[in-house]
């Protein structure tokens, strides 16, 4: 009886930590390439560039939408998604501030500070924890340009989240 139960407890285990997967508008964990490349149909994406395990959908920089999604595929199922949205230091307190509301306390908070070839480059990437998924924000700030993502990860087999 008792194995009955422990086999019961890790099939639910398994159903609900699937469903807790991250599912952001179409896009939700676990889908294959292929279905990814049906879902971006109907959004219209101006571009497309496949390499390796990344696929990256995005509008020209005169478009108004100015859309650019990520996609990150460990074996043949998304992984990861990551959204640019429009950059400021304000989006990013704004973003950090509901993602502290909504997941409570950080996982993983990363600093840092490199030189590149047009001066310096400074990046800030906040994670939380929500059941197996890892929820992030990164705000990178350069000379002539910053660069706000939320990023949307699950556990996998080719890489330790976050990352």
């Known amino acids: 009886m008792n194995t009955k139960i422990a086999l019961l407890s890790l099939t639910l285990l398994a159903c609900c930590q699937s469903a807790l997967a991250f599912e952001v508008g179409e896009f939700k964990s676990g889908m294959t390439r292929n279905q990814l490349k049906t879902t971006l149909k109907s959004w219209n994406f101006e571009n497309s560039v496949e390499a390796g395990d990344t696929l990256m959908a995005y509008d020209s920089s005169d478009s108004p939408a100015g859309r650019r999604y990520v996609f990150i595929f460990c074996n043949d199922k998304l992984v990861e998604f990551d959204q640019e949205m429009a950059a400021s230091f304000n989006n990013f307190v704004t973003v950090t501030s509901n993602f502290n509301t ?10 840092l500070h490199n030189v590149v070839g047009a001066g310096e480059k400074n990046t800030l990437a906040i994670y939380w924890r929500k059941m197996s ?22 556990s996998n087999n080719c890489w330790q989240a976050p990352r």
């Open 133 to 154: 998924d890892v929820i992030g924000v990164r705000y990178i700030l350069q000379p002539n340009s910053e660069q706000l993502t939320t990023a949307y990860q699950v």
């Open 102 to 111: 909504q997941y409570g306390s950080p996982l993983k908070v990363v600093a």
